[in-house]
């Protein structure tokens, strides 16, 4: 016969802690931004150019003369053939000194002489210039003036509204428990 036996079974109180999980929101206002700015401002001036141009020495080089230069022109002339005269009468005067044996006398001989000696000038006119007109160029002139102001700029942030939930935590207690059982113990017999 097997004897009974007492079996025991215990557990220990406890304590439950449940804990809610906690949310967290963030809202936040959009940023103010403000820009002012003033339009830039440009200012031209403009100076125009000229061009000059001076034909007396081309025309002059064709034959084509002012009244100022010609004159000259002819004034240069007569002063040549002045000069030129005067040297060939001081040449031709001690010749004539000699002269008593000539056929035809003094007269005939100064015809003869004159003929001889006469000269022509021509004054021409040439289809082309020898030399280009003189040309002044002065170029024209635009003038810039700009004044520009930098943007003012205003920026204003919003804090953030920041929200946090928490739920409460649940505490529970289990009190703590026993069993007792009896095992074996069959009865003498039977």
Do not use: C
């Amino acid at each position: 016969m097997e004897m009974p036996r007492l079996q025991l079974e215990s557990s220990p109180a406890r304590f439950e802690i449940r804990n809610g999980r906690a949310s967290l929101s963030i809202h936040s206002q959009p940023a103010r931004l403000a820009i002012e700015q003033t339009a830039a401002r440009i200012e031209l001036s403009h100076e125009p150019g000229s061009i000059d141009v001076d034909y007396t020495k081309a025309r002059a080089s064709m034959g084509y003369y002012t009244p100022t230069g010609f004159a000259d022109r002819i004034q240069q002339l007569t002063d040549k053939l002045r000069t030129e005269g005067i040297a060939r009468i001081v040449e031709k005067g001690d010749y004539l000194a000699d002269v008593a044996h000539h056929r035809g006398g003094v007269a005939a001989w100064s015809r003869s002489q004159m003929l001889a000696h006469a000269t022509r000038h021509e004054f021409g006119i040439a289809f082309l210039p020898k030399s280009p007109p003189e040309i002044s160029i002065q170029p024209s002139n635009l003038g810039t003036a700009a004044s520009y102001d930098p943007p003012r700029i205003q920026f204003e942030a919003q804090r953030p509204m920041i929200e946090v939930r928490t739920l409460e935590n649940e505490i529970s207690l289990i009190p703590p428990s026993l069993r007792i059982f009896v095992t074996g113990g069959g009865s003498a017999g039977g």
